[in-house]
Nanobody, 119 residues
Framework: QVQLVESGGGLVQPGGSLRLSCAAS????????MGWYRQAPGKQRDLVAD???????NYADSVKGRFSISRDNIKNAVYLQMNSLKPDDTAVYYC?????????????WGQGTQVTVSS
């Protein structure tokens, strides 16, 4: 099994920055991609950004130019640097990882961390 543990959420003013971290433990090899989703109240959970083990990144249009995703393959960790935050970025942010092994796909989720952007 794989456990994903997020940290770094909190309350920030509009225009501010936060950095989210997610560490994978357990049987955490070959997680690809790793990334972040978010879910605001009353809305579906949407992809924010993800990154492959080779460093290829993918971002939602709404965060391009403001957020940056990175990962440490040795530590099995993924990070999300969020700059120029807006109230619309308020949501629970979930760390995500996928692994395909022996033809079977497994999706893993963290418990979520709250990000609130408000003055």
């Amino acid at each position: 099994q794989v456990q994903l543990v997020e940290s770094g959420g909190g309350l920030v003013q509009p225009g501010g920055s936060l950095r989210l971290s997610c560490a994978a433990s357990g049987s955490s090899s070959s997680l690809d991609p790793m990334g972040w989703y978010r879910q605001a109240p009353g809305k579906q959970r949407d992809l924010v950004a993800d990154i492959t083990s080779g460093g290829r990144t993918n971002y939602a249009d709404s965060v391009k130019g403001r957020f940056s995703i990175s990962r440490d393959n040795i530590k099995n960790a993924v990070y999300l640097q969020m700059n120029s935050l807006k109230p619309d970025d308020t949501a629970v942010y979930y760390c995500y990882a996928k692994r395909i092994r022996f033809g079977i796909t497994a999706n893993y989720w963290g418990q979520g961390t709250q990000v609130t952007v408000s003055s």
